[in-house]
């Protein structure tokens, strides 16, 4: 094949992705490892990764369904933890905010793969208070504020200069204080189980797992 037969940066062989793998062999994970509920354990865990220099350790994937019962997922940033569950804010009249207003049923996922590790939280999605809200947007940096105004997401736009026009009209109507745009907020995710993935030699991963039940949280192994 002459170079002019070649299409430009592609490689003149297929890819074999069905060869692509490798064998997971860092650690492992038993029951007596799980911390008394899955909190406290995923906190263990974000620490490994934040100790590990991961970029971006709080990167999830939140994924939900729309009333066609279609599923979407997106990354996005966890932006607090506590008792109450996983924290995230967006623009709640984008796609992923109508879709958890119809059906807060929703999941996280946590790609930690440089660990050989992931989190799986299956719950529910509640809006934050005005106040949650505030707070967090407050400290957010100057550019991001004025993002969120400049940006109806999920919405259609015409172009890039669309999208800086309003950024520049936002800039010009806030030169000091920002306040919070009427669609933007927050949401806290209640788990009702939350897995622990740890990749083992041979694809014989561990798979531990807490339920909710009641007032306290019930383990399990699943298969791999």
């Given at each position: 094949m002459s170079d002019e037969d070649r299409t430009v940066g592609r490689p003149d062989h297929d890819l074999d992705l069905a060869s692509l793998r490798e064998d997971y062999s860092r650690s492992?994970?038993?029951?007596?490892?799980?911390?008394?509920?899955?909190i406290a354990m995923f906190r263990r865990w974000l620490d490994d990764a934040l100790a590990a220099g991961l970029h971006e350790p709080n990167a999830m994937v939140v994924s939900t369904v729309g009333a066609d019962s279609a599923p979407s997922s997106r990354m996005m940033l966890l932006k607090g933890l506590d008792e109450?569950?996983?924290?995230?804010?967006t623009n709640t009249r984008s796609r992923k905010g109508l879709e958890l207003a119809a059906n807060p049923r929703c999941s996280l996922l946590f790609p930690w793969h440089p660990l050989e590790r992931q989190v799986r939280v299956d719950g529910t999605a509640a809006p934050l208070s005005d106040a949650d809200v505030a707070a967090y947007f407050d400290v957010r940096?100057?550019?991001?504020?004025?993002?969120?105004?400049?940006?109806?997401?999920?919405?259609?736009?015409?172009?890039?200069?669309?999208?800086?026009?309003?950024?520049d009209e936002a800039t010009a109507r806030f030169?000091?204080?920002?306040?919070?745009?009427?669609?933007?907020?927050?949401?806290v995710v209640r788990p009702d189980v939350v897995e622990f993935w740890q990749g083992?030699?041979?694809?014989?991963?561990?798979?531990?797992?807490?339920?909710?039940?009641?007032?306290?949280?019930?383990?399990?192994?699943?298969?791999?």
């Open positions: 492992g994970l038993v029951e007596t490892d799980l911390e008394p509920d899955p109450r569950g996983f924290v995230f804010y940096p100057r550019g991001s504020q004025l993002g969120a105004w400049a940006s109806h997401q999920s919405q259609p736009v015409a172009g890039r200069e669309e999208l800086q026009r309003a950024l030169p000091g204080e920002i306040p919070v745009p009427e669609e933007w907020g927050g949401y083992r030699p041979g694809r014989m991963h561990d798979r531990l797992a807490y339920r909710r039940g009641g007032a306290g949280w019930t383990t399990f192994r699943l298969a791999p």
